[in-house]
């Protein structure tokens, strides 16, 4: 059974950083891109960030371009998204996600979802 | 970035009612469009994928159509485990951009 559980999600103030992690299993890692996607309370949903299974494509949406930087371990099964700099506007449920087939775009398998909070 | 365009925001019907969204692209995108169920407080899970290919274990009365820019969900006998809310999501660019969503709502 593919699962996807993040964690690392909590409180900040506004200019501080945070690490998320996602730990996957029940599939072979190493043969699928990963992508972070958030969704602000109320709001719908928006792609954060996209690696490829090797690491070697990596995207970000313009709105956390220079600020949050997405990284993978295939050895350890994890997904990484180190977030500094951080909005209020930042303020989500974080999901990881997998690619349907490496860099198809079709998130097949979603996580649980960490919440991440920006508040003094 | 590609905009992605849905209506009705939000929508009421009936068990049993045949429900129609509609999903519209900024470009057109070829096939490369999914479709996106989420009921509140769970994530979103993958109904249907290039347009009209339907997920395993998906039920059967999902189905997608559409190509270029303009597609459709229709769900043909609404259930009550079918009331939540639904995105359309494109993958024809690297920056994927989802719907405002569709809310559907029982009557």
């Known amino acids: 059974e593919v699962q996807l559980v993040e964690s690392g999600g909590g409180l900040v103030q506004p200019g501080g950083s945070l690490g998320l992690s996602c730990a996957a299993s029940?599939?072979?890692?190493?043969?699928?891109?990963m992508n972070w996607v958030r969704q602000a309370p109320g709001k719908g949903l928006e792609w954060v960030s996209h690696?490829?299974?090797?690491?070697?494509?990596?995207y970000y949406a313009d709105s956390v371009k220079g600020r949050f930087t997405i990284s993978r371990d295939n050895a350890k099964n994890s997904l990484y998204l180190q977030m500094n700099s951080l909005r209020a506007e930042d303020t989500a449920v974080y999901y990881c996600?997998?690619?349907?087939?490496?860099?198809?775009?079709?998130?097949?398998?979603w996580g649980q979802g960490t919440v991440v909070t920006v508040s003094s | 970035d590609i905009q992605m365009t849905q209506s009705p925001s939000s929508l009421s019907a009936s068990v049993g009612d045949r429900v129609t969204i509609t999903c519209r692209a900024s470009?057109?995108?070829?096939?490369?469009l999914n479709w996106y169920q989420q009921k509140p407080g769970k994530a979103p899970k993958l109904l249907i994928y290039?347009?009209?290919s339907l997920q395993s274990g998906v039920p059967s009365r999902f189905s997608g159509t559409g190509s270029g820019a303009d597609f459709t969900l229709t769900i043909s006998s609404l259930q009550p485990e079918d009331f939540a809310t639904y995105y359309c999501?494109?993958?024809?660019?690297?920056?994927?951009?989802f719907g405002g969503g569709t809310k559907v709502e029982i009557k």
């Open positions: 996600a997998r690619d349907h087939s490496d860099s198809s775009g079709t998130l097949d398998y």
């Open positions: 029940g599939f072979t890692f190493t043969d699928y891109s």
């Open positions: 690696i490829s299974s090797r690491s070697s494509a990596i």
């Open positions: 470009q057109s995108i070829s096939n490369y």
């Open positions: 290039v347009a009209s």
């Open positions: 999501q494109q993958s024809f660019s690297t920056g994927l951009t």
